[in-house]
């Protein structure tokens, strides 16, 4: 019921500067959070930077003060701005959508299903 599109992905230089788009659409009651998340070959999948609907974003100690997340409320779209990369960040970004079931009263417990896109190819490489 939910689709996430991401683009953006591509070769770049060290130290060059990429942003990703993730639009999702569909049947959406409420969002949790949206984030990205990346894995490169040999590797397993980590958590690069998340938003929630209402508070501040999350960084990897990997990418902090270089990348930077960002939402459109108005577009259902999350992006990243990633800033001075180097080869370590070679990798499928893949978005994440936490949507919440909708409930009857805020004192039940609240669950959550998670979507992911079909991720993007960032490499970066002289």
């Known amino acids: 019921q939910v689709q996430l599109v991401e683009s953006g992905g591509g070769l770049v230089q060290p130290g060059g500067s990429l942003k990703l788009s993730c639009a999702a659409s569909g049947s959406i009651d409420s969002f949790y959070a949206m984030g990205w998340h990346r894995q490169a070959p040999g590797k397993q999948r980590e958590l690069v930077a998340n938003?929630?609907?209402?508070?501040?974003?999350n960084y990897a100690d990997s990418v902090k003060g270089r990348f930077t997340i960002s939402r459109d409320t108005v577009k259902n779209t999350v992006y990243l701005q990633m800033d001075t990369l180097n080869p370590e960040d070679t990798a499928v970004y893949y978005c994440?959508?936490?949507?919440?079931?909708?409930?009857?009263?805020?004192?039940?417990?609240?669950?959550?299903?998670?979507?992911w896109g079909q991720g993007t190819q960032v490499t970066v490489s002289s």
């Open positions: 938003i929630p609907n209402a508070g501040s974003a």
């Open positions: 994440k959508a936490v949507i919440a079931r909708p409930r009857p009263a805020t004192w039940m417990r609240l669950m959550l299903d998670d979507y």
